[in-house]
């Protein structure tokens, strides 16, 4: 017996530059706020960038995105919508606001079909905007999208950053790319998560500062454009790590 | 249509069946479709037909459905595709991607959403025929 689906992964992908992962060990830290803002300056820069949420029973991005009520096109497999001049897809288009409740063979199947179907076209990035944890889709995307880069999000708590250690480990166990961690939510002027992060031999890629004004601009693009989040993104991030884009 | 990415996907395995066994020319593929994946039987030989090539083109298709069947996590009970009844949009969904039945569908016994799909979720390859 042979899953047809896995042969055509590859194929699929072929025409994507990069793919980067947004992962942590930790829920709540911001993955999905920063995979969906990350694609859309990637977008801005005028990279052609798809965003992938495969937090499948827990979707988000499109709250962020104000993307609920797009759809992909059929033809010869599933065209993603654009939104803002960026490829998106996410199970939400499938099930709107229902439960999808999920066990880890069912979410590995999700994977593997959406993978299996969805044609991206030529794309420089696609953002992947992973579910917490390191569970079945974490090895799954490992296993199936070998070209997958992991940018690590963690915020300034311990208790976060006990969570990254561990994610970070096991990536560097399975030889796995790593671009580096990110500090996001921060508050004061603390350097513990950097120390962290290089004492581990990692790259510290930069911090990104709680943004009060956030709340009120997600589901609309041209607000969060404007939003510190966005500017430390372009500013503290890319502009300094030029190796994300180049 | 989703047939023919998945048709796609079943020429480029067998390709790497092939190879890997290596068969000079493959004769029969036989396919497993689960019914739950709603597959049109039609379309799916038409696009095996349209896209084999090379040591495929000879290949005949030969195609089994298996009904789906759930069985509920919460009560045991079991129960069939076939015997709910579900809008077209939602079949559609499912059609795409079957593990949205898990947003749709809950056990006629008992209501719980945390069933199992024991067979007849999508498709597989179940063997290749070809000469060496
Ligand atoms: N820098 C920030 N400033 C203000 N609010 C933020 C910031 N980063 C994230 N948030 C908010 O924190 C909450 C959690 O963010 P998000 O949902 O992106 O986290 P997540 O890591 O994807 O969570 P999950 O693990 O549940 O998927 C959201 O309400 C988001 O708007
Ligand atoms: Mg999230
Ligand atoms: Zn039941």
């Not at chain 1, 654009?82 to 999920?102: D, E, Q, T, W």
């Not at chain 1, 969570?163 to 996001?184: M, Y």
């Amino acid at each position: 017996m042979y899953d047809p689906r896995i042969s055509i992964i590859e194929k699929r992908l072929k025409k994507i530059g990069k793919v980067i992962a947004i992962s942590s060990g930790k829920g709540g830290v911001g993955k999905s706020l920063f995979a969906s803002v990350l694609a859309l300056a990637l977008t801005k820069k005028g990279f052609r960038t798809g965003l992938f949420d495969i937090d499948f029973t827990s979707p988000t991005t499109h709250v962020v995105l104000g993307a609920a009520n797009l759809s992909p096109r059929e033809s010869k497999g599933l065209i993603p919508p654009k939104i803002h001049g960026l490829k998106y897809m996410s199970l939400v288009f499938y099930i709107g606001n229902r439960a999808i409740p999920l066990r880890g063979a069912d979410l590995s199947n999700v994977l593997v079909e959406t993978l299996a179907t969805t044609l991206w076209g030529n794309l420089d990035f696609l953002v992947i905007d992973m579910p917490p944890g390191m569970s079945d889709l974490l090895l799954d995307v490992i296993k199936y999208v070998s070209k997958t880069q992991f940018l690590i999000v963690t915020t300034p708590s311990k208790m976060a950053f006990e969570t990254v250690r561990r994610l970070l480990n096991l990536l560097r166990d399975l030889r796995v790319p790593i671009l580096g961690v990110i500090e996001n939510m921060k508050m004061d002027d603390s350097n513990y998560i950097e120390r962290e992060v290089k004492s581990l031999g990692e790259k510290f890629l930069g911090e990104i500062h709680f943004d009060s004004g956030l709340e009120k601009a997600l589901g609309d693009i041209k607000s969060l454009l404007k939003t510190s989040f966005m500017n430390e993104i372009e500013e503290s991030i890319l502009a300094k790590n030029p190796e994300i884009t180049s | 249509m989703h047939e023919w990415s998945l048709a796609e996907a079943i020429i480029s395995a067998v390709f790497s069946i092939a190879e890997k066994e290596n068969l000079r020319e493959v004769k029969e593929v036989h396919l497993r479709l689960g019914e739950l994946q709603q597959i049109e039987v039609d379309i799916l030989k038409f696009a095996l037909l349209e896209m084999k090539t090379g040591k495929l083109s000879n290949a005949k298709f030969i195609i089994r459905t298996v009904r789906a069947k759930f069985k509920c996590r919460a009560c045991n009970h079991a129960w069939t595709f076939r015997e709910m009844r579900i809008p077209g949009d939602i079949r559609e969904s499912i059609h795409f991607i079957p593990e949205v039945a898990h947003a749709y569908i809950k056990c006629p016994e008992c209501g719980s959403p945390d069933f199992d799909v024991i067979h007849g979720r999508g498709l597989w390859i179940t063997s290749v025929k070809g000469v060496k």
